[in-house]
């Protein structure tokens, strides 16, 4: 039997995006409070998706540890 | 794939070879091959390639090599390593008792024995600099070349040839004086690396442009409780040993040089292997070592070599020649090297260092046992592992095994009996706790900054208790049960995406589909999915509407509309930055601005700017230079003079309305002449255009009355 062929789902692509996400709201809130981190970032996907600056990777990861925090780098 | 070892030297050689010039490659063939004829250069290099792995073919020529060159094959093939630099190989051929070293090895070269190294073994040479490059006309040029060092390799097919060589050492026997018989387990040094690559991975190691550590790493290295320590299981303490721990995690690839800084690299293949394989693979690495000697210690040099490269070496084989349980002292030992020496001869050195080598690393990595001398001193013989090291037995020692070596206590300290550590233990071990004290019982601490390490290295919370039960000598206590699944849990909470592809769908539905078929993604929105490595994805399910890569500058993908206020974005081309961009400043229009249908229409979508969305965004802190730098960005224009006017509107000063006649003329000329003429200059306040003027009120019986004098027309309106 010949299977139906599957048809291309458009998309767009948004390539090497840097983002923090968080287990809730409330911690992304916390961390937009936090001076040093909200300067690196440069907008909210949604309530949980922060965007990271450009290149500003590496210093969003040492201030989250800073913070306490113990992201996971993905 | 990982090419076989044998088909990598044939590679190699064949690459080589075509480096050659005619005439030095014919030389080669004529000396190994024999050839009868005048054979072409293709057919040469595959009867070159072919006898260096023919066996009997190697016998013969090796037989009828000096005694020199076949000592030093042999020499290269009981070290174990390929790759030699020229001057330790001259050393120990003069050591041996050799003339001219450097002819022994031309020799060699000559004979397509041993290879120069003209490319890193294992890399594939560009063959187009193969043609244009100068090509090797003669070994013995070569040679004498100084930067970079010359170093020769020699393949194991044949320097395994030569095994039987005698090496022509005399050793002197020493009796002992009782039957006790020392050997060390071996983890010593495995450990304190261990400890080493730990430290490096919390904070690399910086190094001065001269090879040395900058003072608050060498203070870090000297005066470590751990590493600063002598070794627990040497039977003398060896110069910095702390210093002597980082230049063997160097040499073995444990640390790797980023710019000038060592940082903790990944375990290497032998960390996963039984522990004489270790060992050996530490042995091997040490000959690599040029910062640091058993007599000096820590001693950064400028220079390429070291000649405890071959004296190390040389001590050990020595011992080898020793029969089975015969006895030799360290100073002996010392004493044959300094006779022979080139590095030493002739001069006046308190200690070579060797004595220290043999009885405080050699005998700690297990490949010498020690007893006692009628003087109360150290002999040394080599053990069952450093017989296998240096290939006098085909089978490395057996080393009993204790699964159950770990004792978790509700502390979270582990206690871990040397006995039954492994390297792969060890190695996992230094991932998931810090290591406190190294003795017959080494501790470790788990912490959450250790777990948080082995979990960013790959380990599970479930490979973590896997690893403390399966090695433990009871069950984990709940407490560390606990704090492990705290610690990684709270991991859980933040995730970090470095360069993620987002995929956004035009639809839920399009994206549950695409989850579906299998792309490896997470959900961000009902219409936005990530995907952490872009190789993950499979693109022969998508149809791209659109691509933008975050590393770019920001693209110009907005139009602005006629009435300069209404922002046009092209979905197409537009960024995730944008809509957070423009929701600063301006506000989605829910109808097209022609009224036609909602505020989206074909690709694009509609924003305006407003007097207060500008509002909003004066409180929000985005001033005229953000809006400036943005427009310019964003639509490849200045801002619009409407967007400037809502910006600084309310910083301009006021507006003044005031009563004024205008005064339209006829024509331009007639414009220019009453703002000239002396009568009606004074009158005219203000010019608004080619053709019309501004008087004041009051003064229109005044100015009626010289355009009468003048002969031009008024007419009032009505």
New interface residues.
């Given amino acids: 039997m010949i299977e139906k062929a ?1 048809t ?16 809730d709201a409330v ?1 992304a809130e916390e ?1 937009l409070a936090h001076k040093k981190l909200a300067e690196n970032i ?5 309530d949980r ?1 922060l ?2 600056r ?1 290149g500003r ?1 590496e210093a ?2 040492q201030e ?1 540890r800073r913070m306490g ?6 | 794939m990982a090419i076989p070892e044998s088909e990598q030297w044939n590679l190699h050689t064949r690459h080589t070879l075509k480096r050659y010039e005619e005439a030095l490659l014919r030389q080669v063939a004529h000396k190994l091959c024999k050839p009868r004829g005048q054979w072409p250069m293709h057919e040469l290099l595959d009867r070159i390639a072919s006898a260096v792995t023919n066996t009997p073919m190697i016998d013969r020529r090796l037989k009828e090599l000096p005694v020199e060159s076949r000592r030093i094959m042999c020499v290269i093939a009981r070290s174990r390593v390929a790759r030699w630099p020229v001057g330790s190989l001259i050393e120990m051929l003069v050591a041996l008792g050799a003339k001219d070293g450097l002819a022994a090895l031309v020799n060699l070269l000559e004979s397509g024995l041993l290879l120069p190294e003209l490319f890193p073994l294992g890399s594939d040479p560009d063959a187009g600099k193969t043609a244009s490059r100068a090509r090797l006309k003669s070994f013995a040029a070569w040679l004498t070349r100084s930067d970079p060092m010359p170093m020769v390799l020699a393949s194991p097919l044949v320097t395994n040839r030569a095994f039987k060589e005698d090496l022509g050492i005399a050793c002197i026997e020493v009796q002992a004086e009782g039957s006790t018989i020392h050997e060390a387990d071996g983890l010593d040094w495995p450990l304190r690396v261990a400890v080493l690559w730990q430290q490096a991975n919390g904070a690399p190691l910086r190094r001065t442009q001269q090879g040395g550590f900058f003072k608050r790493d060498h203070d870090r290295l000297v005066g470590d409780p751990i590493l600063g320590s002598p070794p627990t299981d040497a039977l003398t303490p060896i110069p910095d040993p702390g210093l002597f721990t980082a230049a063997l995690a160097f040499a073995t690839g444990l640390l790797h040089e980023q710019e000038t800084e060592l940082h903790a690299g990944a375990w290497t293949p032998a960390w996963k292997a039984p522990l004489p394989t270790l060992l050996v693979h530490l042995w091997t690495a040490l000959g690599r070592i040029v910062s640091w000697n058993p007599a000096q210690g820590n001693a950064p040099s400028d220079l390429p070599g070291s000649p405890y490269t071959s004296a190390y070496l040389l001590a050990i084989l020595y011992l080898a020649q020793m029969p089975e349980k015969s006895w030799a002292s360290p100073a002996d030992v010392e004493t044959w090297i300094a006779l022979r020496h080139p590095y030493w001869l002739g001069k006046k050195t308190d200690s070579l260092g060797i004595a220290t080598f043999l009885l405080g690393i050699a005998y700690s990595l297990r490949l010498l046992q020690a007893t006692k001398a009628p003087d109360g001193g150290w002999l040394v013989r080599l053990a069952p592992l450093g017989r296998w090291a240096l290939c006098y037995s085909d089978e490395p020692p057996a080393v009993p095994s204790f699964k159950h070596t770990l004792l978790v206590q509700p502390n979270l300290e582990i206690l871990a009996y040397r006995q039954g550590l492994t390297p792969e233990l060890i190695a996992s071990l230094s991932r998931i706790g810090t290591w406190k004290t190294l003795g017959a019982a080494c501790t470790l601490q788990l912490e959450p900054h250790s777990i948080y390490r082995a979990l960013e290295m790959g380990d599970t919370l479930t490979s973590i208790v896997q690893l403390l039960e399966g090695h433990g000598t009871k069950a984990l206590p709940g407490a560390v049960l606990d704090s492990l699944k705290t610690w990684s849990s709270k991991r859980e909470r933040i995730g970090v995406y470095s360069a993620g592809a987002i995929f956004e769908f035009t639809s839920p539905t399009e994206m549950n589909e695409a989850i579906a078929r299998g792309l490896p993604a997470v959900r961000l929105t009902d219409r936005l999915a990530i995907v952490a490595n872009e190789k993950d994805i499979e693109y022969k399910h998508f149809r791209l509407t659109g691509t933008r890569d975050y590393n770019l500058p920001p693209e110009k993908c907005v139009d602005v509309e006629p009435d300069g206020v209404t922002l046009s974005v092209d979905l197409g081309r537009s960024d995730l930055l944008l809509e957070t961009e423009l929701q600063r400043f301006a506000e989605p229009v829910a109808a097209h601005p022609s009224g036609d249908g909602p505020g989206a229409k074909g690709n694009r979508t509609f924003y305006r700017i407003t007097p207060g969305s500008i509002l909003s965004a004066r409180q929000h802190g985005v001033a005229l230079s953000y809006l400036e730098t943005w427009f310019g960005q964003r639509t490849g224009m200045p801002i619009t003079a409407a967007g400037w006017l809502l910006v600084t509107g309310s910083e301009a000063g006021p507006v003044e309305l005031r009563r004024q006649l205008v005064v339209h003329v006829a024509n331009e000329h007639l414009a220019d002449g009453l703002q000239q003429w002396p009568g009606t200059r004074p009158l005219i306040r203000a010019r608004l255009g080619p053709t019309t003027l501004v008087v004041d009120e009051a003064d229109v019986p005044v100015f009626a009355e010289h355009l009468k004098e003048i002969g031009v027309k008024v007419l009032f309106e009505a």
Avoid: D, F
């Fill in positions: 599957q291309r789902i458009p998309v767009k692509l948004h390539r090497n995006v840097a983002l923090v996400t968080t287990e911690l961390l440069v907008g909210r996907l949604s998706v965007l990271i450009a990777v969003v990861v989250l925090h113990t992201p996971q780098v993905l």
